[in-house]
């Protein structure tokens, strides 16, 4: 049976801090200037909010008539992507990305409306405000004392093709909305003493531009300079893990870079009760300073820190520093060499955090460590195979 594939289509999503930074005006804009190339455009669906600057950006393009349901005795209307699939045109405009559909429709977001345009093979614009990203739903409760509940999982932006930031100053924004072109005049003041009070919108505008940020540094070949710090620290399942962590918590914090915690561990063998209370105490502390964990299974040590530093854009690795006998010295590098070594002419900067004196006899694993099998042998990991004196799985 032959298949026919369908090629997925394009996304492009205008994002910004908020409502009345001029996102679907962009985006009329942008779908104006490609029909006059020659592209087919049609409106999928736009919420005007009655602000006659956007509706005015919109005459003289297709509108896909909407669908009707009853909800609750109400009539609301929908996008009807039924009737855009049968009109199949080459762009499709999609307002407010992070709405949920109303009762009865096929799927209950209209991020899933787009998914199934964009599997169909057509071209979607689409716009969307900074605070209805999942993963910032609890910092920007925090931030604005307002609980976002119409939410966008994170790969939707992710996946986009191209993400374009719609940005105004804090000043513009309250600008704009004295004069009436966000809301109706009589809910200006309401809205200048809650969402939009002038912190919060400092607040969401640095959200923005980070995320952009982000993306764009992303999207940079390996080959290039990253445009910001990001940091790796390497744990394992000794006692000095989580004092390791907090060093490359406090170098994260001071260069105001994302940290990322990594543990590899060798898939072939268990942890000890202890050591699994260990890593879990990692986690707990990952979280405790905002930062991401991620956990390796790999017998190669070495490879597995090159990859994950060079995947994620790492700018700064943290590594823990033991003591080793001269005679282990002799025989292996340690892996901290080692990984210089492979990280070579990537910029990359290795920070080797030493012990306290004190701890350093409790945490050498004693000789016949090597040699012991079975579940009571108390394991070391697979970074104490490649490395004693380098102990971060």
């Known amino acids: 049976m032959i298949r026919s594939t ?7 999503v205008f994002i910004g801090m908020a409502p009345g930074v001029g996102k679907t005006c962009r985006m009329l804009q942008e779908a104006r200037e490609v029909r006059r190339e020659g592209t087919d455009v049609v409106i999928g669906l736009l919420e005007t ?13 297709e509108q896909v008539p909407r669908r009707r349901l009853r909800v609750q005795g109400v009539e609301v209307e929908e996008m009807d992507v039924a009737a855009i699939l049968a009109r199949h045109p080459q762009l499709v405009l999609v307002d407010e990305l992070a709405h949920t559909n109303g009762a009865g429709s096929e799927r209950q977001k209209r991020w899933q409306d787009v998914e199934m345009l964009l599997l169909s093979g057509l071209d979607v614009y689409s716009t969307l405000n900074i605070q209805h990203l999942e993963s910032l739903n609890d910092l920007v409760a925090e931030l604005t004392g307002v609980v976002v509940r119409e939410r966008i999982p994170n790969r939707v932006l992710e996946l986009a093709d191209e993400v374009v930031l719609v940005d105004v100053t804090p000043e513009t924004l309250e600008e704009r909305l004295r004069e009436g072109k966000v809301y109706a005049p009589e809910k200006v003041a309401q809205a200048l003493t809650h969402f939009f009070q002038r912190r919060h919108l400092v607040a969401l505008r640095e959200l923005s531009l980070r995320e952009v940020a982000d993306r764009v540094e992303n999207d940079v070949p390996a080959s290039v300079t990253p445009l910001r710090e990001r940091v790796m620290v390497c744990v394992g399942s000794d006692a000095g893990s989580l004092r390791l962590l907090r060093r490359a918590a406090r170098l994260a914090a001071s260069m105001e870079a994302p940290l990322l915690v990594l543990t590899v561990q060798d898939p072939s063998r268990f942890l000890s009760r202890g050591e699994a209370l260990q890593q879990e105490q990692c ?5 405790d300073v905002g930062g991401t964990y991620l956990r390796e299974e790999s017998t190669d040590v070495l490879a597995t820190i090159a990859r994950v530093a060079l995947g994620h854009r790492i700018t700064q690795v943290v590594l823990g520093q033991t003591r080793r006998s001269r005679l282990r010295a002799l025989i292996r590098r340690p892996l901290s060499e080692r990984l210089q070594h492979e990280l070579r002419g990537h910029n990359i900067d290795l920070h080797l955090i030493s012990e306290p004196r004190e701890s350093t006899r409790q945490l050498r694993d004693p000789p016949a460590t090597a040699a012991r099998q079975g579940p009571d042998a108390g394991p070391a990991t697979a970074a104490d195979r490649a490395g004693d004196c380098d102990r971060k799985t």
């Open 49 to 61: 909010h009655g602000r006659p600057d956007t509706a005015r950006e919109a005459e003289g393009l």
């Open 6 to 12: 369908v090629r997925r289509g394009r996304h492009k």
């Open 283 to 287: 986690q707990q502390l990952c979280s």
